[in-house]
């Protein structure tokens, strides 16, 4: 099984800050990568997909990289609504998501 | 406005079953993959099952082997998750979700439910 690993933990941050989470694979998995959002008693939101495309109504200020077993998401100025948790998630074969980053107010 | 709308959650006892529902509106549901994904309290997300759109393949996570089946009902634009023999460990809010491509090899999703939670106890 593919495992996914996500860095840091918990992110403290505040509104106008660039941010960046980490996502490693324990193996390769090309670009076979999404992020989502997810708030408190909500479902995951889509933001990325094959590592670096952007969903469709997603603010552009979301950015995704990397391939083969490293990858990240920035948020290039933090906006008061993406305070949430975040998780990339492996396709590559079958799905393993990472455990989550949450991102909080500093 | 494509949605997804899951029902049948509940309390169960451990040993007992549940069928999950899932209906599906705005879209072509059977040209689609679907998906559930379970997320215990406090914990994070994991992919439970998924069925190719035809129906002619299922896979589970091997937690779930020989205990879940999920399948579709084309005409009612639903997709089900059977559970049975439940464990504790089965608690979780249950989302069912879309699965999406862009090159019919690999599959994320782009939409979700909003879930409904099952404990079992």
């Known amino acids: 099984d593919i495992q996914m690993t996500q860095s840091p933990s918990t992110l403290s941050a505040s509104v106008g800050d660039r941010v960046t989470i980490t996502c490693r694979a324990s193996q390769t998995i090309s670009t076979w990568l999404a992020w989502y959002q997810q708030k408190p008693g909500k479902a995951p939101k889509l933001l990325i997909y094959d590592a670096s495309s952007l969903e469709s109504g997603v603010p552009s200020r979301f950015s995704g990289r990397g391939s083969g077993t490293e990858f990240t998401l920035t948020i290039s100025s933090l906006q008061p609504d993406d305070f949430a948790t975040y998780y990339c998630q492996q396709y590559n074969s079958y799905w393993t998501f990472g455990q989550g980053t949450k991102v909080e107010i500093k | 406005e494509v949605q997804l709308v899951e029902s049948g959650g509940g309390l169960v006892q451990p040993g007992g079953s549940l069928r999950l529902s899932c209906a599906a509106s705005g879209f072509t549901f059977s040209s689609y993959w679907m998906y559930w994904v379970r997320q215990a309290p406090g914990k994070g997300l994991v992919w439970v099952s998924h069925?190719?759109?035809?129906?002619?393949?299922?896979r589970y996570a091997d937690s779930v082997k020989g205990r879940f089946t999920i399948s579709r009902d084309i005409a009612k634009n639903t997709l089900y998750l059977q559970m049975n023999s439940l464990r504790v460990e089965d608690t979780a809010v249950y989302y069912c979700a879309r699965g999406q491509t862009s090159n019919y090899n690999y599959y994320y999703t782009d939409v979700w439910g909003k879930g409904t939670t099952v404990t079992v106890s």
């Open positions: 069925i190719y759109s035809d129906g002619s393949s299922t």
